[in-house]
């Protein structure tokens, strides 16, 4: 008798023991991820289209999806997060361009909040031992590859740069970084001028635009669409001069105010450049066939975050402290967009592909 | 009929239940399956209102489409007088350009704000607008809802082909906005128009962040709460005319469905558990305690210890009555048969004291008879003489053989007669039967055995039993065959290594049996037929009392036989090998000859019988062997002849049945005696039934034989009795 009253102890035991597991292994884990809001109740659903399109092709995850939504003010983004951490939500996957983000990194620096950053380039995150997960590199490096090209080009000698005046924690040490390493040489003599998005007038930069330029490098960001049509008024003006766009540049909006300017201009991207790219070919393609429209670089940059994230929950990690500590040991971290190697605090390297725009627009 | 067994078949109680749990289930599940397709039908009628009021908007966005469409042809028709241009600031055209043939901005004609993202010289190839402007082949048409060129707002494009240059206006707005406003204020619901892929793009309710517009009939959570898509297609702008409707109502009537279903199946689970409490007052309980009753009734218990129960309904009244009379008719009846039962039993037990008494009657002088002409015969007469007593000897042990015969179909009926098994060799039994039957064989009568399959090692059976069977059925063959051949053949037919099966065949060559007698050959009291009786003579009982003693071994006998040409009797018996240890069982074979028993020279043996003619008989065996004689005529003497002082007697051979003292008393007072208890006490009686040798037996006796006395037994056993004691 008594026999069995062990058994049946061991084996309740068991079950509930297994359950308990299944329970905890199979809960799903809160992750906020946010998106822009664009003109007035009008989104760009890019991001949360991505989201919806690696949960439907990654049926076992556990990522249990937060939308938030930022109108690009910081202080607003910043009580965004903590409204998603009140929530419970440790992790969090931002969107969010420099100017917005900057606000919040503060809130990053202790244990209890994760945040995998796949836009913000600016300097204030690298290097710091911090809460920040960033997966693409920082403006450095970006701007580095742009001055590399825009050096070793031999288009004359003249190089008008527009810089965006509104997301000036990105442009403004952006243009700095820039500048010093032009000044490596001095072939180049720059004619710089700042410009808003707020109530932008095209006409205002005709003069500017048409007066004596050999290049146009438009140093701006969050996939303006003025960034199209400043290019094709320079176009206009200098048929052949060659127009630089940073990797904020790539979204089919700002292609197809591009016009005729898509032959002169040249985007910088994260190498590899999707195009080049046969997975992330693939997955836009897959994007614009399940969703109707081409989106804008963020799908890419997302669909990685997640699968960074779902590998860290897959092993078993589920709070901010132990995705972190997961995501910065076990390297080098592949995902089917290309791997991601992190250094200690958190930073990624990488290159930078310069891509004709116009071969972006017959992508894909 | 067959009761089943408890458990096997479920009770009223549980049936009563299970019955109520699955109608509350089926009744639980035909309320819940009729809510939830009253909600669906409400739900559905729901989102057809909402559709409509989704419908009338797009019905009445597609009017103002149209009236702006009118008036801005109307203003292009002036288009040569260019004061008109001034007229395109009423159509409801916020922006106005004129297009050259590659879509390249040629002309602005009218902006109604300051600032644009578009000038003179912008070409829209390779755009959106460009492509779809590209692809239309009707001279006017609208743009779908996209991002407007000048600012990113919503935008709504309206293109008209006039010659070489496309009129290119940009719809304000700003009219429809308000409209989806003020819709949303008023109505409370939420009022959009999203584009083909359901983003967004005009919302009545700027707090509402929605990316992207659900399916038709999703719930999503809202500023206001929670709120039903529902939507209609705007094919001239390829896009949707959406409505959030909040759930308020729909939840609510939802919740009051719930609610009084919940309420419906509680109240049902009430009258379910109600009614089952009920039936267990009226029919279950009074059920039970009928059957508790009848249990007792036939356990024999008192019935009345399990009280009558209140009965509410008539019918369980009527049932405990003719319960009551059933029980009341059953104990009279058993009554009855039990009175029946004593009387056979008393019947049964006078028979047996018959056959006591009928054994003790025969068996007495049956003993002077055979006794007495034992004696004559050891005298010296004429031959003449010995020959009557020849006849004698055999017509007393003919008698002797029909009384044992009785005696034991008595004993097997009456299933007293227990199988006693010992180690016997098979053929050591055989070849001394056969020697038996052969002294008396007829002349053209030959007796052949055939034994050599049997293997020489012992097995356990009841060797007297045995034997008892053989000699029936030889004796039966050599009976019925005045010439020929009665043949015995032993084999073992199946061999474990431990049980076997021996199968032994008496065939003979004599008179045979009909077949229609065949088959009763085995009853008792049955010879083949009357005239057989007169002819052969025989009890009838051999072959019945064999066919019962194999039987009883767990054996079958059997017999197949041709009318004048023999018979074979054949039995099997399952049988188990003895251990090698165990020694065989002495099987003594009776001296005919009376000169070779062995001497009782030095024995003083004191007979104790009422008969003078049994002691002189027994006397007459014992002196014959030179042993010493006493005489007591019943106990009493007898004990006192042995507590004589000068008394030599060392064995003593008692009657059971005498007057005065008998001699199981006697026997308990040597038992008791110190001086006396060793004696061998040797009973002679004539009551040979089991419990009769038993009484005998517990009362102290060594040996008990049976009436006739045969002088040989009897000398046999006290040598026996004697060497016991030295």
């Known amino acids: 008798m008594k026999i069995w009253i062990v058994v049946a102890f061991v084996i309740a035991s068991l079950v509930t023991g297994f359950s308990a597991h299944h329970m905890v292994t199979t809960a799903p884990v809160p992750v906020a991820i946010d998106a822009p809001l664009s003109a007035r109740a009008a989104f760009d659903p890019s991001e949360v289209d991505a989201v919806k399109l690696y949960l439907e092709n990654h049926p076992e995850s556990r990522i249990h999806p937060q939308f938030f939504f930022y109108d690009f003010d910081s202080e607003q983004a910043r009580g965004l997060f903590q409204s998603a951490r009140d929530e419970g939500i440790e992790i969090f996957i931002t969107t969010q361009p420099s100017s917005t983000a900057i606000a919040s990194i503060d809130a990053f620096q202790n244990p209890g909040m994760l945040m995998i950053n796949t836009s913000s380039t600016t300097l204030r995150i690298s290097g710091r031992d911090d809460y920040i997960i960033r997966i693409i590199p920082d403006l450095a490096a970006e701007q580095y590859a742009i001055a590399e090209q825009i050096l070793s080009s031999n288009n004359g000698g003249r190089l008008l740069i527009l810089q965006d005046a509104q997301n000036a924690a990105y442009t403004d040490p952006a243009y700095t970084q820039f500048q010093t390493l032009l000044n490596a040489q001095d072939r180049w003599r720059v004619e710089h001028h700042r410009f808003s998005f707020v109530d932008f007038n095209a006409e205002d930069y005709r003069q500017i635009i048409h007066d004596a330029h050999d290049a146009l490098y438009v140093l701006a960001g969050d996939f303006q669409t003025a960034i199209g049509t400043l290019s094709q008024m320079f176009h206009r003006a200098h048929p ?82 132990a995705v972190r500590a997961y995501l910065l040991e076990a390297q080098p971290h592949t995902t089917s967009l290309g791997d991601v190697p992190l250094d200690r605090m958190g930073d990624t390297q990488g290159e930078f592909t310069p891509v004709p725009a116009n071969s972006t627009r017959q992508q894909p | 009929m067959m009761i089943p067994p408890d458990g096997q078949t479920p009770g009223l109680r549980n049936y009563n ?36 009021a989704a419908t009338t908007l797009s019905s009445f966005f597609t009017f103002e489409l149209e009236k702006a469409k009118d008036n801005f042809n109307s203003v292009i028709e002036l288009e040569e007088d260019r004061q008109g241009r001034q007229l395109f600031s009423y159509t409801g055209f916020s922006d106005v350009y004129i297009l050259d043939e590659r879509l390249q901005l040629t002309q602005i004609v009218h902006q109604s704000r300051q600032n644009s993202m578009l000038y003179e010289g912008f070409s829209f190839g390779d755009g959106p607008l460009g492509d779809y402007l590209a692809t239309q082949r009707e001279a006017e048409h609208f743009s779908p809802l996209m991002r407007g060129y000048e600012d990113e707002q919503p935008s709504i494009y309206y293109a008209k082909r006039s010659g070489q240059v496309t009129y290119l206006g940009r719809l304000d707005l700003s009219f429809f906005e308000s409209l989806l406003s003020g819709y949303s204020d008023v109505a409370g619901q939420t009022a959009l128009i999203t584009n083909r892929a359901g983003v967004v793009m005009i919302s009545g309710n700027h707090s509402l962040r929605l990316p992207v517009l659900p399916e038709d009939g999703m719930v999503i959570d809202s500023p206001d709460g929670e709120v039903a898509v529902a939507s209609t297609y705007l094919p001239a702008l390829n896009a949707r005319m959406a409505v959030l409707v909040p759930t308020t109502l729909s939840r609510n009537v939802q919740g009051i469905l719930w609610v009084l279903s919940t309420v419906l199946i509680i109240g049902m689970g009430s009258v379910a558990l109600l009614r089952n409490w009920r039936m267990q007052k009226l029919i279950i309980e009074p059920l039970e305690a009928l059957s508790k009753r009848m249990d007792a009734f036939r356990n024999n218990t008192v019935v009345s210890d399990n009280p009558t129960p209140d009965y509410v309904v008539s019918e369980f009244e009527r049932l405990e009555q003719q319960f009551l009379e059933m029980v009341s008719a059953v104990r009279d009846r058993e009554s009855e048969l039990l009175q029946a039962k004593q009387a056979a039993e008393s019947s049964e037990q006078a028979k047996t004291n018959f056959l006591a008494n009928m054994s003790h009657e025969i068996r007495s002088p049956l003993t002077v008879i055979l006794g007495i002409n034992e004696l004559l015969m050891r005298r010296q007469l004429g031959s003449k003489e010995q020959e009557m007593l020849e006849q004698v000897w055999q017509s007393g042990q003919y008698l002797l053989h029909i009384l044992n015969a009785i005696l034991d179909l008595s004993k097997i009926e009456a299933g007293h007669l227990t199988i006693d098994t010992a180690p016997v060799r098979i053929h050591e039994l055989l070849e001394r039967i056969a020697r038996q039957h052969r002294v008396n064989l007829p002349e053209d009568v030959r007796l052949s055995l055939d034994i050599n399959n049997i293997p020489d090692r012992a097995i ?18 050599i009976k019925f ?33 009909d077949a229609k007698t065949l088959p009763h050959v085995f009853d008792p009291f049955t010879q083949a037929d009357s005239g057989t009786t007169r002819r052969y003579a025989g009890t009838g009982l051999g072959l019945a009392i064999s066919k019962q003693l194999i039987e009883l071994m767990g054996g079958s006998i059997g017999v197949t036989s041709t009318r004048g040409r023999g018979s074979t009797f054949w039995f099997e018996l399952p049988l188990i090998y003895a251990p090698k240890s165990a020694r065989t069982a002495e099987t003594t074979e009776l001296t005919a000859n009376a000169d070779l028993a062995p001497s009782l020279m030095g024995v003083h043996a004191l007979i104790v019988d009422d008969s003078l003619t049994i002691r002189a008989i027994i006397k007459g065996f014992l002196q014959a062997r030179s042993a010493t004689i006493s005489l007591a005529e019943n106990g009493l003497e007898a004990l006192r002849q042995l507590r004589a002082p000068d008394s030599s007697i060392n064995a003593v051979i008692m009657d059971m049945q005498m007057p005065v003292m008998d001699g199981m008393t006697a026997t308990q007072e040597i038992r008791k005696d110190p001086d006396l208890k060793a004696l061998p006490v040797i009973a002679i009686t004539a009551g040979l039934l089991p419990d009769q040798r038993e009484q005998a037996l517990k009362a102290g006796v060594d040996a008990v034989i049976g009436k006739p006395i045969v002088a040989e037994t009897l000398v046999e056993v006290i040598l026996k009795e004697l060497n016991k004691r030295h």
Request: proline content about 3%; hydrophobic content about 45%; charged content about 20%.
């Open chain 1, 240 to 321: 052949t001069a060659p127009i630089y766009l940073t990797p904020w540049s790539d979204s089919g909006a700002i292609i197809s105010r591009l016009g005729p300017a898509a032959e002169q201009a040249t985007i910088f991207k994260h190498a590899p450049a999707w195009e080049q790219s046969a997975a992330a070919s693939e997955l836009m393609k897959s994007f614009i066939d399940r969703f109707g429209y081409r989106p804008n670089l963020m799908v890419l940059k997302v669909y990685k975050a997640l699968e960074l994230v779902d590998q860290a929950i897959a092993a078993g990690h589920t709070s901010a402290s």
């Open chain 2, 17 to 52: 239940l299970r019955l109520e749990i699955s109608v509350l289930l089926l009744l639980t599940l035909l309320i819940l399956t009729t809510v939830t397709y009253a909600y669906q039908e409400m739900g559905r009628a729901i989102d057809q209102s909402n559709k409509a």
């Open chain 2, 460 to 477: 356990l059976a009841d060797a007297v039993r045995l034997e008892q069977i053989l000699n029936n059925i030889i004796g039966n063959a």
């Open chain 2, 481 to 513: 065959t005045s010439k020929g051949e009665v043949r015995v053949k032993a084999r073992i037919t199946s061999a474990g290594d431990t049980q076997i099966k021996l199968r032994i065949d008496v065939s003979d060559t004599g008179i045979g049996i």
